[in-house]
Each structure stands twice: as structure tokens, then as C-alpha cells.
Antibody, heavy 120, light 106 residues
Framework: QVQLQESGPGLVKPSGTLSLTCAVS?????????WGWVRQFPGKGLEWIGE???????NYNPSLKSRVTISVDKPKNQFSLRVTSVTAADTAVYYC?????????????WGQGTLVTVSS | YELTQPPSVSVSPGQTASITCSGD??????TCWYQQKPGQSPVLLIY???NRPSGIPERFSGSNSGNTATLTISETQDVDEAEYYC??????????FGGGTKLTVL
């Protein structure tokens, strides 16, 4: 059974950098899947942030592209998210996710989510 | 690209609930559906319009045509009370989610 577990600071100061890691168990990060990040705002809406393949290929939400970096660590079987220049609008629950390896992708496995609050 | 869902839908136990998701020429894309209960992560219910992952009850079904995709829940149960999200893939934007529909079982 595939499990994803997010970790990282729950509080980030405005203008700082949000950094999260997703540990993957029960599956190899080198399998035929994309690995992504989705966030959910306090008002409930879901927003796709971006994704990475094990070969390092990435795709990002254009609205966040200038501030987001997703990377993969194959030896540790994990992937990470960095969001720079954060503001209160980045306060959300951040989920890591396993996506299918097809053109029109969907999420078949979600992490439990981690709340990140941007506040001084 | 935007997907529009009704904010709320109500249904009586044992009846059929329908939740819609609208987008421009959505029928030309694959749509999937997630269920999210309070304090929990979303769970995949339907993928590629009308396919159920293993473990999802048969009373959950999906369809997609024209500008509207529909999630249908037959013989609705109290445990089905949750938030439901549709999602499609856009070649520029990536995954696009609908705003979510809260299903209330009265």
C-alpha cells in the first residue's frame, strides 16, 4: 500500500521560503508516476501547484511558476516543494500526491496533508 | 480553464444525488471526482469520466458529455455526506479543480 507523508515547518514568516518534503513508502519514486503537490485553502478550494517525474521533468501551475521549485531525491525515495516569497495568501493545507502517468492525469494517492501558516 | 460546481446539494437517504461540474467543452476532456470528509484527505472516486478504483462502491458513477460532467450517487447513505470535487487536466494549467460541492444527506 502506497503511503505519502508530508513534513516541514508549520509556520513560515512573510517573505520567507516554504519548504516541505514528501516521503514515499510502498512504492518507488522511480515508478511510472508523476509526483505532485496540491494545496487547499482555508475556504476549502483546491489548487494544483506542480509535479515532477523521476527523471527530473517538472510542470508547474503558471500562476505559481516564478516562486515554486519541486525536486526529487531518488536515494531517499522522496520529493520536495519550495515556495519563495510567501505571503498570507499561501496559508493552506499542503498535500503531496501521486499522479497517474497518462496525458490527462489524476491523483490516485494523497498524503495526509500538512497545514502551513504564513505569519509573523 | 475553469470548472464550476454547485456549492451545495441535498438528498434524502436512499435517494439519488447528482453533482454537476461544468466547463467549456468538458466532454472533450477526462474528468475525475474526489470525495473529502472533514479533517481527511481527498479520496479518488471516479477517474476517466466513469471508472471506479477498486474499493469504491458501485453506487458511485460518473458521466461526461458536452460541457457537463456528472457524479451520480445511487441509494445515498449518511456516510456519503462530504465535499465532492471534480478535476480535469489542462495542457497549460495542469490539474484544474472545481470549487467543490457539499453534499448533505437530510
Amino acid at each position: 500500500q502506497v503511503q505519502l507523508q508530508e513534513s516541514g515547518p508549520g509556520l513560515v514568516k512573510p517573505s520567507g521560503t516554504l519548504s516541505l518534503t514528501c516521503a514515499v513508502s510502498g512504492a518507488s519514486i522511480s515508478s511510472s508516476n508523476w509526483w505532485g503537490w496540491v494545496r487547499q485553502f482555508p475556504g476549502k478550494g483546491l489548487e494544483w501547484i506542480g509535479e515532477i517525474y523521476h527523471n527530473g521533468n517538472t510542470n508547474y501551475n503558471p500562476s505559481l511558476k516564478s516562486r515554486v521549485t519541486i525536486s526529487v531525491d531518488k536515494p531517499k525515495n522522496q520529493f520536495s516543494l519550495r515556495v519563495t516569497s510567501v505571503t498570507a495568501a499561501d496559508t493552506a493545507v499542503y498535500y503531496c500526491a501521486r499522479e497517474t502517468d497518462v496525458f490527462e492525469r489524476w491523483v490516485d494517492t494523497w498524503g495526509q496533508g500538512t497545514l502551513v501558516t504564513v505569519s509573523s | 480553464y475553469e470548472l464550476t460546481q454547485p456549492p451545495s446539494v441535498s438528498v434524502s437517504p436512499g435517494q439519488t444525488a447528482s453533482i454537476t461540474c461544468s466547463g467549456d467543452k468538458l466532454g472533450n476532456k477526462f474528468t475525475c471526482w474526489y470525495q473529502q470528509k472533514p479533517g481527511q484527505s481527498p479520496v479518488l472516486l471516479i477517474y476517466e469520466d466513469d471508472n471506479r478504483p477498486s474499493g469504491i462502491p458501485e453506487r458511485f458513477s460518473g458521466s461526461n458529455s458536452g460541457n457537463t460532467a456528472t457524479l451520480t450517487i445511487s441509494e445515498t447513505q449518511d456516510v456519503d455526506e462530504a465535499e465532492y470535487y471534480c478535476q480535469a487536466w489542462d495542457r497549460t494549467l495542469g490539474a484544474v479543480f472545481g470549487g467543490g460541492t457539499k453534499l448533505t444527506v437530510l
